[in-house]
């Protein structure tokens, strides 16, 4: 093995190598230099590696080599993504208000909007996102992993106290919305039904399409005409919601009493239970394979009964996963092996999963068409409505308001993309479960009243 030895040349110290080869020197100053440059880390990776990976995944898209699959899918977002998600970390003021979630999103739209991501790496993208379906692989391993992971006190509260501020925020940010578009001299009908509602469908695919088909057999007119009206405030509010959370999770750093760190509900032995909830168990491999095909199994579960029950397959997925841990149906080795595989998934390929949602989710055109002074007020001021009143409804309810306020918030996001976004932001992934029961079912919810209320009022 080579030794290195520091000895005085020349009035300075020189490192040189004297087995096996005596005649290679290195300056001590030279090797600290190293020691720092490879210590800068851009996700997990050293600097000079990700400079590396860089320059060879963006020559194969170059020269038409990146392979259009799985594997330049994952090669792409996550180099694009650990390198965003570290800048918006890093920026001042932004990395306050979500900064790596708005620029893993938003960026590569910009990018995409101006020709600045080639066809062979798109096609890469579209790949991982589209064919192989990794927002709905994400989402299971996080919904699955994080509810058997959880403490089965704090699943059972959780769900049977977060209905009343999610109605509750619902109701104030319908009321403050119609207000607030009324200043602006919008029509209340085109304010609810064009602005409010896609804010609170569900996402796009769960909200917007469904709603979109039943407007235009309603309004008689094409759907092609009306789901631009409606997606550019589904994603403004999104990105409000995301910004509130950049802010709730500093607010939450210097008001303490207020935090409550990932736990919805006060019980009371709340140090006991985030300990329960942060403490590191032995990572068994096995157990994360496991874990894996279990989280597979709850959502293609929530598939086939949704065929049968007519309620969305993700939601049937939730409450299986709830129902099969506050009853102690799974061993828990396998619960462990769910966790542990969430965890994963969820350090390593959240900001890359958002890029592959900004390229392909979040079109900058219709984002720009919609900045207008009067339409981003009646957006932003929607939900702050609904997480302001998720935020004392919750504190009234003994629950910690911080988090009551995100999960009421995640009523505004963008399905399952725009729950993964704003959690990101807030630092809060173990409120997934809770999360998409928000987004789905309110989104579910007032899709269903809106299509009813649409008809009742059109001649």
Same mark, same amino acid.
């Given at each position: 093995?080579?030794?290195?030895?520091?000895?005085?040349?020349?009035?300075?110290?020189?490192?040189?190598?004297?087995?096996?080869?005596?005649?290679?020197?290195?300056?001590?100053?030279?090797?600290?230099?190293?020691?720092?440059?490879?210590?800068?880390?851009?996700?997990?990776?050293?600097?000079?590696?990700?400079?590396?990976?860089?320059?060879?995944?963006?020559?194969?898209?170059?020269?038409?080599?990146?392979?259009?699959?799985?594997?330049?899918?994952?090669?792409?977002?996550?180099?694009?993504?650990?390198?965003?998600?570290?800048?918006? *970390? =890093?920026? %001042?003021?932004?990395?306050? +208000?979500?900064?790596? &979630?708005?620029?893993? !999103?938003?960026?590569?739209?910009?990018? #995409?909007?101006?020709?600045?991501?080639?066809?062979?790496?798109?096609?890469?993208?579209?790949?991982?996102?589209?064919?192989?379906?990794?927002?709905?692989?994400?989402?299971?391993?996080?919904?699955?992993?994080?509810?058997?992971?959880?403490?089965?006190?704090?699943?059972?509260?959780?769900?049977?106290?977060?209905?009343?501020?999610?109605?509750?925020?619902?109701?104030?940010?319908?009321?403050?919305?119609?207000?607030?578009?009324?200043?602006?001299?919008?029509?209340?009908?085109?304010?609810?039904?064009?602005?409010?509602?896609?804010?609170?469908?569900?996402?796009?695919?769960?909200?917007?399409?469904?709603?979109?088909?039943?407007?235009?057999?309603? *309004? =008689?007119? %094409?759907?092609?005409?009306? +789901?631009?009206?409606? &997606?550019?405030?589904? !994603?403004?509010?999104?990105?409000?919601? #995301?910004?509130?959370?950049?802010?709730?999770?500093?607010?939450?750093?210097?008001?303490?009493?207020?935090?409550?760190?990932?736990?919805?509900?006060?019980?009371?032995?709340?140090?006991?239970?985030?300990?329960?909830?942060?403490?590191?168990?032995?990572?068994?491999?096995?157990?994360?394979?496991?874990?894996?095909?279990?989280?597979?199994?709850?959502?293609?579960?929530?598939?086939?009964?949704?065929?049968?029950?007519?309620?969305?397959?993700?939601?049937?997925?939730?409450?299986?996963?709830?129902?099969?841990?506050?009853?102690?149906?799974?061993?828990?080795?396998?619960?462990?092996?769910?966790?542990?595989?969430?965890?994963?998934?969820?350090?390593?390929?959240?900001? %890359?999963?958002?890029?592959?949602?900004?390229?392909?989710?979040?079109?900058?055109?219709?984002?720009?068409?919609?900045?207008?002074?009067?339409?981003?007020?009646?957006?932003?001021?929607?939900?702050?409505?609904?997480?302001?009143?998720?935020?004392?409804?919750?504190?009234?309810?003994?629950?910690?308001?911080?988090?009551?306020?995100?999960?009421?918030?995640?009523?505004?996001?963008?399905?399952?993309?725009?729950?993964?976004?704003?959690?990101?932001?807030?630092?809060?992934?173990?409120?997934?479960?809770?999360?998409?029961?928000?987004?789905?079912?309110?989104?579910?919810?007032?899709?269903?009243?809106?299509?009813?209320?649409?008809?009742?009022?059109?001649?």
């Amino acid at each position: 093995m080579a030794k290195f030895t520091a000895v005085p040349v020349d009035g300075g110290d020189r490192v040189y190598i004297t087995d096996p080869s005596p005649h290679l020197t290195v300056p001590q100053h030279g090797q600290r230099f190293l020691n720092r440059l490879f210590s800068i880390r851009i996700g997990p990776l050293p600097i000079v590696m990700y400079a590396i990976l860089f320059i060879v995944i963006y020559y194969s898209s170059l020269i038409g080599k990146l392979p259009e699959d799985m594997i330049g899918g994952f090669a792409v977002i996550m180099i694009m993504g650990w390198f965003l998600g570290d800048v918006g *970390l =890093k920026v %001042p003021v932004l990395k306050d +208000i979500g900064g790596p &979630a708005i620029l893993s !999103m938003f960026v590569p739209s910009v990018m #995409i909007y101006y020709g600045l991501i080639n066809t062979d790496t798109l096609k890469s993208i579209t790949a991982v996102m589209k064919t192989s379906n990794f927002l709905y692989l994400y989402i299971s391993c996080l919904v699955c992993g994080s509810i058997l992971g959880m403490a089965r006190k704090v699943l059972v509260q959780g769900f049977l106290r977060m209905f009343i501020p999610l109605a509750v925020g619902t109701i104030a940010a319908v009321s403050v919305g119609i207000a607030v578009g009324a200043l602006f001299g919008y029509d209340v009908k085109r304010t609810f039904f064009f602005i409010i509602m896609p804010i609170m469908g569900g996402g796009i695919g769960e909200g917007i399409l469904p709603y979109s088909l039943a407007m235009a057999e309603i *309004l =008689k007119q %094409p759907q092609g005409s009306i +789901i631009p009206q409606l &997606a550019p405030a589904a !994603m403004l509010g999104n990105v409000s919601a #995301i910004i509130i959370c950049g802010f709730l999770k500093k607010f939450a750093d210097s008001h303490p009493q207020y935090n409550g760190h990932g736990l919805l509900v006060k019980s009371g032995n709340d140090s006991e239970l985030l300990a329960e909830m942060n403490k590191e168990k032995k990572i068994e491999f096995p157990l994360m394979g496991a874990g894996l095909a279990i989280a597979c199994g709850f959502f293609i579960f929530g598939g086939v009964a949704s065929k049968y029950i007519g309620i969305p397959g993700a939601i049937i997925m939730i409450f299986t996963a709830a129902a099969v841990k506050a009853l102690k149906i799974m061993p828990a080795e396998m619960e462990q092996g769910a966790y542990h595989i969430y965890r994963f998934i969820a350090t390593n390929m959240t900001w %890359p999963l958002l890029v592959g949602l900004g390229v392909l989710y979040m079109p900058w055109k219709d984002v720009i068409a919609a900045v207008t002074p009067a339409y981003i007020a009646i957006c932003a001021s929607t939900v702050i409505a609904m997480m302001t009143s998720g935020f004392f409804i919750g504190k009234a309810m003994n629950m910690y308001p911080i988090e009551s306020a995100i999960v009421t918030g995640c009523h505004s996001g963008l399905g399952g993309t725009g729950d993964v976004a704003i959690l990101s932001a807030a630092n809060r992934m173990e409120l997934m479960p809770f999360a998409q029961v928000s987004t789905r079912l309110g989104g579910a919810s007032m899709i269903v009243i809106a299509t009813i209320l649409l008809k009742l009022t059109t001649g």
